[in-house]
């Protein structure tokens, strides 16, 4: 199992960002995290990424424990957070050979060239990132997240803002990256997790409401159409009955 998270809870003051929340994803699998906006997706990527502790619960990332063996789970992660946050006064290539030195890369210009081949950078590889498009400021956010060949990807809203070109070139890229890892990738598209994931996971104010692959879902869907008579429905209207505030 790459990643299993057990009862996580963590709460900000009174308020419970994640209430209890467990699930598992497999070697191998790409896993979509849905909810709307504050439901608590990027409280638990921060805290599988070890970046924040948990108030509750345990999670362990290809065998490891968050609690112990943080810098173990922190090697076999690539994390590409909601902001990504980057140098904008760094060139391209300049950026990746200082995140290829956090990792202690030995072979540092072979990884960089390889991760500038995968995201498809060529173009702009002698560029500031601070004049880049936004399209291509995600490919270096994606870039330093797989430099260090990590099992894991954990995207938090990778595609929010691209324009439609970019979002199809993106989404190859991500369906690319998960032929041979594991990945857990945040977003609001519905169409997007068809397009791309094995398994969906719906979190409504820190609480999952749903955990299906694709075509269970879209059995959930169909019998929700059935019982609402309405076959009309889109899968975002079923987001939104899941995850709608009373
Ligand atoms: P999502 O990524 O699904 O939009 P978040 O995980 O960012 O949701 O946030 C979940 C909830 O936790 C929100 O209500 C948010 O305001 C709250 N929250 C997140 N970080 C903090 C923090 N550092 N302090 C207080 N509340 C926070
Ligand atoms: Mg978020």
């Given at each position: 199992?790459?990643?299993?998270?057990?009862?996580?809870?963590?709460?900000?003051?009174?308020?419970?960002?994640?209430?209890?929340?467990?699930?598992?994803?497999?070697?191998?699998?790409?896993?979509?995290?849905?909810?709307?906006?504050?439901?608590?997706?990027?409280?638990?990527?921060?805290?599988?990424?070890c970046f924040i502790p948990p108030t509750a619960g345990d999670v362990s990332v290809c065998g490891f424990d968050i609690w112990n063996d943080s810098l173990e789970v922190r090697k076999r992660i690539g994390y590409l957070s909601e902001s990504n946050p980057l140098y904008y006064d760094m060139y391209v290539k300049e950026f990746l050979e200082f995140i290829a030195g956090i990792y202690h890369l030995k072979n540092v210009k072979q990884c960089i060239g390889e991760v500038i081949e995968m995201t498809r950078l060529e173009i702009e590889q002698h560029k500031k990132i601070g004049a880049l498009s936004r399209g291509y400021r995600q490919r270096v956010g994606l870039a330093q997240a797989l430099i260090h060949n990590p099992e894991v990807l954990i995207l938090d809203e990778p595609t929010t803002g691209l324009d439609p070109n970019q979002l199809v070139e993106f989404r190859e890229l991500i369906r690319q990256c998960g032929k041979k890892k594991t990945v857990l990738l945040s977003t609001h598209i519905m169409q997007e997790v068809e397009a791309m994931c094995n398994r969906v996971i719906i979190i409504n104010k820190g609480n999952i409401v749903a955990n299906n692959t694709m075509s269970e879902l879209k059995e959930k869907v169909i019998s929700y159409k059935k019982s609402k008579r309405d076959y009309e429905m889109s899968m975002e209207e079923v987001f939104h009955f899941l995850t709608k505030s009373d």
């Open positions: 199992m790459s990643i299993i998270t057990s009862n996580v809870s963590k709460v900000y003051g009174t308020q419970y960002a994640l209430n209890n929340v467990s699930f598992e994803v497999q070697k191998g699998e790409i896993v979509g995290f849905l909810g709307p906006n504050g439901a608590g997706k990027s409280t638990m990527m921060k805290i599988i990424t």
